[in-house]
């Protein structure tokens, strides 16, 4: 299984970016994703997932109202568009996958991890 982040980089403030997250070697429509974030010198936090069939979502209360998540089964593909970026949603930037029918909230849940890419927002 492989999860390849992608869509990093550097914004600055109030600006937009999306992610990616390419899945290969899973059945994807069959799995929950998730994205989860992790700043220097913190514990990785959960940002947003979305079910397999892409009907359900979950966000962090963090997010709400700017980042998106969505899925696109035909191309093995997760993404997360993020508007309206802050200096605090600096990070590097987790996808996940799990075998579920739910949306998965939580780090340990997951069974499969993207490498991650980093997004920094700063003037």
């Known amino acids: 299984v492989q999860l390849q982040a992608s869509g990093g980089g550097l914004v600055q403030p109030g600006g937009s970016l999306r992610l990616s997250c390419a899945a290969s070697?899973?059945?994807?429509?069959?799995?929950?994703m998730g994205w989860f974030r992790q700043a220097p010198g913190k514990e990785r936090e959960f940002v947003a997932a979305?079910?397999?069939?892409?009907?359900?979502?979950s966000y962090a209360d963090s997010v709400k109202g700017r980042f998106s998540i969505s899925r696109d089964n035909a191309k093995n593909t997760v993404y997360l568009q993020m508007i309206s970026l802050k200096p605090e949603d600096t990070a590097v930037y987790y996808c996940?996958?799990?075998?579920?029918?739910?949306?998965?909230?939580?780090?340990?849940?997951?069974?499969?991890w993207g490498q991650g890419t980093l997004v920094t927002v700063s003037s």
């Open positions: 996940a996958a799990d075998y579920s029918t739910a949306v998965v909230l939580h780090t340990h849940d997951y069974r499969y």
């Open positions: 070697g899973l059945p994807f429509s069959s799995v929950a």
């Open positions: 979305v079910s397999w069939s892409g009907r359900r979502t």
